[in-house]
């Protein structure tokens, strides 16, 4: 029996499951709001896990393609106080188990690998019914719809889907990450390259942080971390792109200028990234034909892990349908049974990764946490 298997969202999630689903030839559609492949620039560098990400990769049959998008080097991490001094500096000795890949060519390796027509771009969701029998129908901005067997919702943060399995709502966690980026940095920002180093920089003092990374084009890409209210946020994002950077500067003032150039001498008009979370113990009661993966399951503070738990989630998702192929409410219930409990201790991980960097203790904490990370590697 043919099914209709929709997926709401071509992130890295999404496109796991598309993935995993065809490896075992199932068919699904993707349905992405983005109007192509190159909308949005997919930047930054993600750290793919061994116990995790790459556990998914093996699964999609792309693990081999993947160690070839690897950055060699990026695993280094470096922590500094605000004076601009070394507490820690690890390079990468190859023994990481988290190596570094560009988020773009992860996403376009996902997309390569899948059917022509698999990814329905330009069809942003705009309301979805349940028809009461475990079926959907989707309505799509341009016009068209579409009614589903099993509709998946991966369509991130703020997932339409999820109102059709659960009440909760992200809510801001009262940090903010503000983005920057440099490029050709070892000629044009020297000390700041410097101070990065070959791969990431964890700057801190209690309250709040510079993170940085190399990325492989010579490019340092930069979050500032403050704890802020919603309405500093909203003044920041009104202001010119000058007036914002030095708005964000000004709470760093007296740091290392090495370190504040980072910001300073942004060439792009700064992000403000507002960092929202759901409940750390997110779950839903199994409900007929509809289920979440990801950021739509999940949201939780960035501790390096959501990436990866969207790829888990994905392969999981995709390997439970493929083990029940005429029940589709056991796979679901299977895939949530280990969705649930996986999900509620990394996003406890993720709220105290973010207290060991921006607490009291910081950046000591933080110290402290690598060489002991490192320890047990
Ligand atoms: C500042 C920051 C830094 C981070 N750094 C890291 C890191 O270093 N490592 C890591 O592992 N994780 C990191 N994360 C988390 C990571 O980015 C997410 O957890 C991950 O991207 C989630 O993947 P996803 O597939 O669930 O959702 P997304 O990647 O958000 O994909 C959702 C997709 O759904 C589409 N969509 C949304 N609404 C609709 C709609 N109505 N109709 C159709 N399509 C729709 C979107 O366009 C998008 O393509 C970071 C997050 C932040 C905020």
């Excluded at 079926?135 to 901005?141: K, V, Y």
């Excluded at 370190?259 to 700064?270: K, Q």
């Excluded at 409990?341 to 946490?369: K, M, N, W, Y």
């Amino acid at each position: 029996m043919t099914r209709m298997i929709a997926i709401v969202g071509a992130g890295l999630g999404g496109l796991m499951l598309a993935r995993v689903l065809h490896v075992h030839g199932i068919a699904c559609a993707v349905y992405e709001a983005e109007a192509s492949p190159t909308a949005r620039t997919q930047g930054g560098m993600l750290d793919i896990h061994e116990d995790s990400g790459q556990l998914a990769l093996k699964a999609a049959k792309l693990h081999e393609a993947f160690v070839r998008l690897i950055h060699p080097g990026g695993q280094a991490s470096r922590v500094l106080d605000k004076t601009g001094a070394v507490l820690l500096d690890q390079p990468d000795d190859g023994s990481g188990g988290r190596p570094e890949v560009r988020r773009g060519e992860l996403r376009r390796l996902l997309l390569d690998s899948l059917p022509v027509g698999t990814v329905r771009w330009d069809h942003k969701l705009t309301s979805v019914e349940a028809l009461g029998d475990g079926r959907h129908t989707l309505s799509f901005a341009h016009g068209g719809s579409v009614t589903t067997d099993l509709l998946v919702g991966a369509d991130g943060a703020w997932s339409r889907i999820r109102p059709l399995v659960s009440a909760a709502v992200p809510a801001y966690i009262g940090t903010t990450f503000v983005e920057t980026y440099l490029s050709d940095a070892d000629a044009r920002h020297p000390a700041s390259a410097t101070a990065v180093g070959g791969g990431a920089l964890f700057a801190m003092a209690p309250g709040k942080g510079i993170f940085a990374h190399r990325e492989p084009d010579g490019v340092l890409h930069t979050y500032a971390a403050l704890q802020k209210p919603m309405a500093w946020v909203a003044e920041v994002e009104a202001a010119d792109a000058s007036v914002a950077l030095a708005r964000v500067a000004l709470e760093f003032d007296g740091w290392d200028r090495a370190l504040t150039a980072l910001i300073t001498d942004g060439e792009t008009a700064p992000v403000l990234r507002p960092i929202h979370a759901l409940p750390a113990a997110h779950r839903w009661d199994r409900i007929p034909g509809v289920t979440l993966l990801g950021d739509a399951a999940h949201l939780m503070a960035p501790a390096g892990d959501g990436a990866n738990l969207a790829m888990v989630d994905g392969a999981e998702l995709g390997e439970a349908i493929a083990a029940r192929p005429g029940d589709l409410q056991a796979a679901l219930q299977a895939y949530e049974a280990k969705l649930f409990p996986r999900s509620a201790e990394a996003a406890a991980g993720s709220t105290e990764v973010l207290a060991i960097c921006l607490g009291d203790a910081a950046p000591h904490s933080l110290v402290q946490f690598l060489d002991q990370a490192k320890g047990a590697t």
